[in-house]
């Protein structure tokens, strides 16, 4: 089972973090795409734990980064393990997934 997950809003960081963990603990391959205020999950302690702890599982639009994240905020500590790009990886996401969910 593949599950997707869009976060388009920084308010779902809790409850976007709990899924992931939950469809990992039922063995789950979960992945997911940040975009438009979601982005700013990647300042979210626990969420950045999850995505260190599953590298290449969290992709993140690239635009909305620079739109949306404050200058000088160092996003370097996630590297290796969160995908920087464009809408194409929630494409590839939504091509993927056994079954979505868009917060």
């Known amino acids: 089972m593949i599950f997707g997950l869009v976060v388009t809003d920084r308010a779902y960081a809790a409850h976007a973090t709990e899924l ?35 590298p290449g599982s969290v992709a993140s639009c690239k635009h909305s980064i620079e739109l949306h994240v404050p200058e000088g905020l160092d996003l370097s500590v996630l590297d290796g ?14 091509s993927a997934a056994t079954a979505m969910l868009v917060l």
Not at 20 to 35: E, I, M, P, Q
Not at 86 to 92: S, T
Request: with cysteine; aromatic share 8%; hydrophobic share 50%.
């Open 20 to 54: 992931l963990s939950a469809a990992v603990a039922r063995g789950w391959d979960a992945r997911c795409f940040l975009t438009d205020t979601g982005v700013l999950l990647l300042q979210d302690p626990a969420f950045g734990a999850h995505a260190r702890s599953r």
């Open 81 to 94: 393990a969160v995908v920087i790009g464009g809408q194409f990886q929630g494409a590839r996401l939504a």
